[in-house]
């Protein structure tokens, strides 16, 4: 054990109860981000999926209040940020051509905002305007309409207030948007079992200790004690056999990568950030970059343990993800007599076409020396537009990376199509509104800049280099 992890038993010991599966894995010796399930003494901490909240008639209306103090955690609690107590937030559940009419309450000590992580909706007004502030106390209603013709997919909201980002995301402050598709009901999908996983990675303390991250923490990118889903640490459940398993899984972590496989059954990539594709394919791993999704297809067929979990990641610099080794992150107990599950060959309605033909090129250069973090040299700027674009063009876009630590590239408004990667692992099919640009490498996608107009941002979604300045501005203008 080492003395920091020392140090932060002591803590918990002597201020709280911690749950059960985090006092025997914090105690045992191990490193608490390797141990196996068959360490833990047995203890089980079950399965948790964070509340729900629906449109109704195309409206949601909610309020989140930010606030700083004790969650659940396991059978005990943790210090965090969160929205009304419980990290992650609530899911919104919505359909295209709804109204998200949502209060966010300030009651942190440091100003926040909300954004709409991979939403096609406008990024100005209130809106999913990031360029908003709301202090200390303050609170700012956002309205942000999804067009009718917006696709289906999980995706996410999360704080966006530049130079709080990172501590307030990874702290606990992120939640789950769901968008319904007429693919949803595709009847092999719709008698699935779905499952929202939120995975973060907090720092496990019973105060604002939690909170507090080092430069060199800063500089790497904050990684947390444990990976939680939804809040939990290796949480269990268990399943029938015959039954096929959907899980909507969103890296919220602010700077850890998922190197994900499948212990016990196949795993079936259906989805990933801009919704499903219109062919399952079975897959061996995933890489989760933070803020990207995916959406998998589990069918359980034989019964026993099925576990996800996440192999030790090397994105470049002095670290990596976690410590060397493997996490665990769900295990699944399968129970009955073998049983085929269903899997869906082709979701109709879900299909991708290729991006239209190319309109015009552009490169962006992501790179840092020491503490500076940049896009073309230059650290974000919110009065200075980086990228000019015009709505109806397609464009190739070449995003490079000299640095020595990998990049997650992030855009808003719009989902792109990667088409070449100087790591071929990253030529991921589907929509993405986040591909990982790796250390020294490129990837080029296509671009399609439609019926938005308005300014926003890219980013690398590692969050403590968004917040020192990894961030640049475009402005999307009509021909
Ligand atoms: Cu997930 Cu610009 O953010
Ligand atoms: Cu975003
Ligand atoms: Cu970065």
Sequence with gaps: MSQIDRRRF?????????GAGALPLLGCGSDPLTVSPTTTGGSLTTFRSPSE????????????????????????ERWAYSYDGSSPGPTLRVKPGDL????????LDNPTNLHTHGLHVSPEGNSDNVFVSIGPGEEFLFEIRLPENH???????????????????????????????DYDSDPVLAAATERVMVLNDPKIASDSSAFPTSMMDRMMGREGDLVTVNGVHHPRLSVSTGSLERWRLVNASSSRFYDLSLAGAPMMLAGNDGGLMGTPQEIDSLLLAPGERAELLVPVTDSGSINLHSHYYNRGGMGGSGSAGTTDLVTLEAVGAPAQAAVPTRIKGAEISPPPAITGRRSVEMSMSGMSFRFDGKTFDPARIDQHLVLGDVEEWTITNTSMMDHP???????????????RRLVSPGLKDTVVVPAGGWVKFVLNITDIPGRAVYHCHI????DQGMMGVFEATVA
Aim: glycine share 12%; no cysteine; hydrophobic share 45%.
């Design 151 to 181: 696709r289906g997919g999980t995706y996410w909201y999360h704080p966006h207030r530049h130079g709080y980002v990172a501590e307030q995301v990874a702290g606990g402050m992120a939640g789950m948007i769901l968008v319904e598709d």
């Design 53 to 76: 909240i629906s449109s109704v008639d195309g409206l949601l209306e909610t309020t989140l209040t930010a606030v700083s103090g004790m969650v659940p955690f396991g059978d005990s």
């Design 463 to 466: 969050l403590d280099h968004e």
């Design 10 to 18: 002591l803590v918990l010991g002597a201020g709280v109860v911690v």
């Design 409 to 423: 590239f992030h855009i808003h408004v719009w989902q792109f199509q990667v088409t070449d990667a100087s790591d």
């Design 100 to 107: 998200m009419r949502i209060l966010v309450r300030n009651k």
